[in-house]
Protein backbone atom coordinates (compact mmCIF):
# COMPACT_ATOMS: atom_id res chain seq x y z
CA UNK A 1 0.00 0.00 0.00
CA UNK A 2 1.01 3.85 -0.24
CA UNK A 3 2.88 5.38 2.73
CA UNK A 4 -0.40 7.21 3.14
CA UNK A 5 -2.48 4.37 3.17
CA UNK A 6 -0.58 3.01 6.10
CA UNK A 7 -1.12 6.23 8.23
CA UNK A 8 -4.33 6.20 7.62
CA UNK A 9 -4.26 2.34 8.70
CA UNK A 10 -2.23 3.22 11.83
CA UNK A 11 -3.74 6.58 13.17
CA UNK A 12 -7.88 5.01 12.33
CA UNK A 13 -6.75 0.92 13.52
CA UNK A 14 -8.42 0.24 10.26
CA UNK A 15 -8.16 -1.21 6.88
CA UNK A 16 -9.87 -0.05 3.78
CA UNK A 17 -12.08 -3.01 1.71
CA UNK A 18 -12.42 -1.78 -2.15
CA UNK A 19 -14.84 -1.94 -4.81
CA UNK A 20 -13.06 -4.66 -7.78
CA UNK A 21 -14.70 -2.38 -10.35
CA UNK A 22 -11.66 -0.44 -10.17
CA UNK A 23 -8.59 -3.43 -10.28
CA UNK A 24 -6.64 -3.40 -13.14
CA UNK A 25 -7.11 -7.19 -13.91
CA UNK A 26 -10.37 -7.29 -15.61
CA UNK A 27 -11.02 -10.92 -15.57
CA UNK A 28 -10.84 -10.66 -12.04
CA UNK A 29 -13.23 -8.03 -11.77
CA UNK A 30 -15.45 -9.62 -13.61
CA UNK A 31 -15.80 -13.02 -11.35
CA UNK A 32 -16.02 -10.44 -8.51
CA UNK A 33 -19.14 -8.79 -10.65
CA UNK A 34 -20.03 -12.18 -11.62
CA UNK A 35 -20.67 -13.33 -7.97
CA UNK A 36 -22.02 -9.97 -7.00
CA UNK A 37 -25.05 -10.55 -9.22
CA UNK A 38 -25.87 -14.21 -9.01
CA UNK A 39 -25.88 -13.88 -5.01
CA UNK A 40 -27.98 -10.20 -5.38
CA UNK A 41 -25.68 -8.72 -3.18
CA UNK A 42 -25.94 -4.70 -2.65
CA UNK A 43 -22.53 -4.21 -1.51
CA UNK A 44 -19.03 -6.26 -2.36
CA UNK A 45 -15.75 -5.03 -1.45
CA UNK A 46 -12.49 -6.84 -1.06
CA UNK A 47 -9.65 -6.72 0.81
CA UNK A 48 -6.51 -8.41 -1.09
CA UNK A 49 -3.84 -9.66 0.85
CA UNK A 50 -0.34 -11.95 0.10
CA UNK A 51 0.95 -14.92 2.32
CA UNK A 52 4.34 -14.76 -0.20
CA UNK A 53 7.57 -13.48 0.87
CA UNK A 54 8.62 -10.08 -0.04
CA UNK A 55 9.31 -10.09 -3.76
CA UNK A 56 10.47 -7.14 -6.16
CA UNK A 57 7.13 -8.03 -8.24
CA UNK A 58 5.21 -7.08 -5.47
CA UNK A 59 7.19 -3.23 -5.09
CA UNK A 60 6.52 -2.55 -8.54
CA UNK A 61 2.90 -4.04 -9.34
CA UNK A 62 1.52 -3.16 -5.79
CA UNK A 63 2.99 0.72 -4.89
CA UNK A 64 4.65 3.27 -5.98
CA UNK A 65 7.82 2.31 -6.04
CA UNK A 66 9.28 4.97 -3.35
CA UNK A 67 5.94 5.65 -2.05
CA UNK A 68 5.23 1.94 -1.21
CA UNK A 69 5.24 0.21 2.81
CA UNK A 70 3.70 -3.06 3.73
CA UNK A 71 1.98 -3.81 6.54
CA UNK A 72 2.54 -7.62 7.95
CA UNK A 73 -0.54 -8.65 9.81
CA UNK A 74 -0.69 -11.68 12.20
CA UNK A 75 -2.90 -13.70 10.22
CA UNK A 76 -4.45 -15.35 13.39
CA UNK A 77 -5.63 -12.52 15.38
CA UNK A 78 -7.23 -10.74 12.45
CA UNK A 79 -9.47 -13.68 10.62
CA UNK A 80 -10.60 -14.42 14.57
CA UNK A 81 -11.82 -10.94 14.28
CA UNK A 82 -14.53 -11.43 12.10
CA UNK A 83 -14.73 -15.13 11.76
CA UNK A 84 -18.33 -14.95 12.91
CA UNK A 85 -19.81 -11.65 11.23
CA UNK A 86 -21.90 -13.41 8.45
CA UNK A 87 -20.67 -10.23 6.28
CA UNK A 88 -16.68 -11.09 5.94
CA UNK A 89 -15.61 -14.69 4.40
CA UNK A 90 -12.21 -15.47 3.43
CA UNK A 91 -9.91 -18.13 1.58
CA UNK A 92 -6.99 -18.57 -0.45
CA UNK A 93 -7.02 -17.93 -4.04
CA UNK A 94 -6.85 -20.87 -6.56
CA UNK A 95 -5.38 -20.43 -9.81
CA UNK A 96 -6.35 -22.06 -12.95
CA UNK A 97 -5.09 -22.34 -16.61
CA UNK A 98 -7.37 -21.56 -19.60
CA UNK A 99 -7.25 -25.04 -20.44
CA UNK A 100 -8.14 -25.98 -16.78
CA UNK A 101 -11.67 -24.09 -16.74
CA UNK A 102 -13.67 -26.11 -19.33
CA UNK A 103 -13.93 -29.33 -17.43
CA UNK A 104 -13.50 -28.05 -13.89
CA UNK A 105 -16.41 -27.70 -11.62
CA UNK A 106 -16.40 -24.52 -9.81
CA UNK A 107 -19.19 -23.09 -7.89
CA UNK A 108 -20.38 -19.86 -8.03
CA UNK A 109 -19.14 -19.23 -4.31
CA UNK A 110 -15.46 -19.72 -5.74
CA UNK A 111 -15.88 -16.78 -7.84
CA UNK A 112 -14.09 -14.26 -5.83
CA UNK A 113 -11.19 -16.82 -5.30
CA UNK A 114 -10.63 -18.21 -8.52
CA UNK A 115 -7.83 -16.23 -10.70
CA UNK A 116 -5.44 -17.19 -14.02
CA UNK A 117 -2.39 -19.11 -13.30
CA UNK A 118 -0.33 -16.22 -14.35
CA UNK A 119 -1.43 -14.37 -10.94
CA UNK A 120 -0.19 -17.60 -8.66
CA UNK A 121 3.45 -15.89 -7.41
CA UNK A 122 1.27 -14.00 -5.88
CA UNK A 123 0.22 -16.35 -3.22
CA UNK A 124 -2.79 -13.94 -2.83
CA UNK A 125 -5.36 -14.50 0.15
CA UNK A 126 -8.67 -12.59 -0.05
CA UNK A 127 -11.02 -11.28 2.95
CA UNK A 128 -14.20 -10.28 1.08
CA UNK A 129 -17.17 -7.78 2.53
CA UNK A 130 -20.65 -7.89 1.72
CA UNK A 131 -22.42 -6.06 4.18
CA UNK A 132 -24.08 -2.85 3.38
CA UNK A 133 -21.91 0.01 2.11
CA UNK A 134 -22.92 2.78 0.23
CA UNK A 135 -19.28 4.52 0.18
CA UNK A 136 -16.52 3.15 -2.25
CA UNK A 137 -14.37 1.56 0.61
CA UNK A 138 -15.56 -0.10 3.52
CA UNK A 139 -13.12 0.14 6.56
CA UNK A 140 -12.92 -3.11 8.96
CA UNK A 141 -11.71 -2.03 12.88
CA UNK A 142 -7.91 -3.83 13.49
CA UNK A 143 -5.89 -3.44 16.60
CA UNK A 144 -2.49 -2.60 16.54
CA UNK A 145 -1.39 -5.69 18.15
CA UNK A 146 -2.04 -7.43 14.98
CA UNK A 147 0.96 -5.90 13.40
CA UNK A 148 4.23 -7.93 13.30
CA UNK A 149 6.22 -5.50 11.31
CA UNK A 150 6.17 -2.29 8.88
CA UNK A 151 8.55 -2.47 6.02
CA UNK A 152 8.88 0.29 3.70
CA UNK A 153 10.34 0.41 0.34
CA UNK A 154 13.71 -0.33 -0.54
CA UNK A 155 13.90 3.04 -2.64
CA UNK A 156 13.43 5.95 0.04
CA UNK A 157 17.09 8.10 0.50
CA UNK A 158 17.52 6.91 4.29
CA UNK A 159 17.07 10.31 5.86
CA UNK A 160 13.48 10.22 4.61
CA UNK A 161 13.09 6.97 5.70
CA UNK A 162 14.23 7.41 9.31
CA UNK A 163 11.80 10.34 9.67
CA UNK A 164 8.77 7.82 8.23
CA UNK A 165 9.83 5.35 10.39
CA UNK A 166 9.67 7.68 13.56
CA UNK A 167 6.66 9.04 12.46
CA UNK A 168 4.91 5.84 12.08
CA UNK A 169 6.46 4.64 15.52
CA UNK A 170 4.68 7.90 17.24
CA UNK A 171 1.13 6.75 15.42
CA UNK A 172 1.53 3.61 16.65
CA UNK A 173 2.37 4.79 20.27
CA UNK A 174 2.18 3.22 23.21
CA UNK A 175 1.75 0.27 20.92
CA UNK A 176 5.65 -0.87 20.09
CA UNK A 177 5.34 -1.83 16.72
CA UNK A 178 8.73 -2.72 14.50
CA UNK A 179 9.16 -0.49 11.46
CA UNK A 180 12.11 -0.82 8.78
CA UNK A 181 12.87 -0.40 5.34
CA UNK A 182 13.38 -3.01 2.60
CA UNK A 183 16.62 -4.49 1.76
CA UNK A 184 15.61 -6.40 -1.24
CA UNK A 185 17.35 -4.17 -3.29
CA UNK A 186 20.48 -2.65 -1.48
CA UNK A 187 21.66 -5.13 1.17
CA UNK A 188 25.14 -5.21 2.24
CA UNK A 189 24.82 -8.90 3.39
CA UNK A 190 23.60 -9.97 -0.01
CA UNK A 191 26.85 -7.62 -2.11
CA UNK A 192 28.76 -9.19 0.95
CA UNK A 193 28.80 -12.46 -0.53
CA UNK A 194 29.41 -11.28 -3.90
CA UNK A 195 32.13 -9.63 -3.42
CA UNK A 196 33.77 -12.89 -1.39
CA UNK A 197 32.95 -15.26 -3.95
CA UNK A 198 34.84 -12.35 -6.33
CA UNK A 199 37.79 -13.25 -3.94
CA UNK A 200 37.98 -16.32 -5.05
CA UNK A 201 39.45 -16.31 -8.78
CA UNK A 202 37.48 -18.08 -11.54
Same mark, same amino acid.
Given at each position: ? $? =?????? @?? &??? &?????? !??????????????? *???????? $?????????? !? +?? *????????? $????????????????? =????????????????????????????????????????? /?????? *? @?? %????? %?????? +??????? =?????????????? =????????????????? %??? /???? /??????? &????????
Amino acid at each position: M $S =IGSAID @TL &RNR &RVAFVD !PERWDDRNDAEYMRL *YKQACGLS $SLKALCCTES !P +ET *YHHWKVFTT $SSDGCFIDFKKTPFLNS =IRTNDDYFFAEMEYALLTDMEGAKFKIRDLPFLKRAGFEPE /LEYRVI *Y @TG %ACQDD %AHFMPI +ELSWIRR =IVLNPWLPAPIADS =IKETLREICSPHEVKVT %ASR /LTNS /LTWTGHG &RRIAKRGK
